[in-house]
């Protein structure tokens, strides 16, 4: 018997459209309300801007460990970096050679791309190890922040953007969800993703729909799948994120008339910047916009409104506390 993995992840066709936004304010919401539950935001822009330059978090801290020699990241953290520490700690990750060490600090990046010297070795990088939290936070929330730094590009680029590699980081993936399966109450894993679907959307977005079939579908053609995710209860909302803009708009459509029928359950189209939280305008906007052949799903979008609060990348705030918008998003009463 085990517990449950509550996945939510933010996708979208146009870039700017508030898929880190919404992600981060649903994670931070989500652990504010259930403090008992631990919640993981993931950052899977790997090429983009990391969470960690706009939000006030604190990288995992190795005692004993100097800033400029290398992190051993199967060994656990035994705490957190003040903030004003990241500074130094980014400078000696972008002095580093090119060798796989890590220093400084870790990111995502060092988890996805983490190869065991021996493939057979049982040895797992712990998610403690790339995990940040958020400075005056929950608790109970950790960020896993990636890199884009120059370096880093130079190892993650050319795995993203070849196609043979796809299938390696939804491995990594699954294994990164099979670590955090709890063994009995919730788990909640909160994936922000790049704009554009293929490439790492899309690898986020395969793994939604693989573990939302009955029975869940395996990567591999031998059928394995990590054991404890297999056995896990499995709940995913995968959100599309537009805007009212006409080829954003379209652009959607075009985008939900290609998921698989069988799969469709999984993606909730959501509206955000727009002029009202109301659903029905809303809808009644799409159908103007799109001249009345709208597809259904979208015309059942979410509607997320303009509103300042929610920009919260300016100035590194912590992000506020938007019970109302939450319930809203999970479709909660
Ligand atoms: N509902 C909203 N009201 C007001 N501003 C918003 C809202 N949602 C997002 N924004 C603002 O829009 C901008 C883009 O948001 P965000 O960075 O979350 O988009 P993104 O989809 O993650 O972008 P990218 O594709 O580049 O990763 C930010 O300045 C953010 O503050
Ligand atoms: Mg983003």
Known sequence: VSGRLRCLSFHSVKGGVGKSTLSTVAAVQIAAAEPGVPVYLIDMDLTGTSLADVLPIEAPCWSGVAQNAPINLLSKPG??????????????????DVSSDVIGVPFLNDFLLFATPDWDAQEEVPIASVAWRLTDGPQNLRVLPSSALPIDLERTLPVIYDEEHAGFLEARLEYLLDELVPSSGDVVVV??????????SRSVLSLAFRLSRTPKTALSEDGQMPFRLEEAELDWKAFLVATLDYQDLRAAERWLSLVPEGDQSVITP???????????????????????????????????EEDPSLQLFRGERVPPVRDDLIRRILGKP
Not at 79 to 96: C, K, S, T, V, W
Not at 274 to 295: I, T
């Open 270 to 304: 959501l509206l955000n910047r727009a002029p009202s939280g109301d659903p029905q305008q809303v809808e009644a906007l799409v159908r103007e916009a799109l001249l009345y052949s709208a597809n259904p799903m979208l015309l059942r979008a979410i509607p997320v």
């Open 191 to 200: 994936f922000d993703t790049p704009p554009t679907i293929p490439g790492l």
């Open 79 to 96: 705490g957190f970096h003040p903030r004003g520490d990241l500074q130094d700690l980014l400078a000696a990750r972008e002095l580093r």
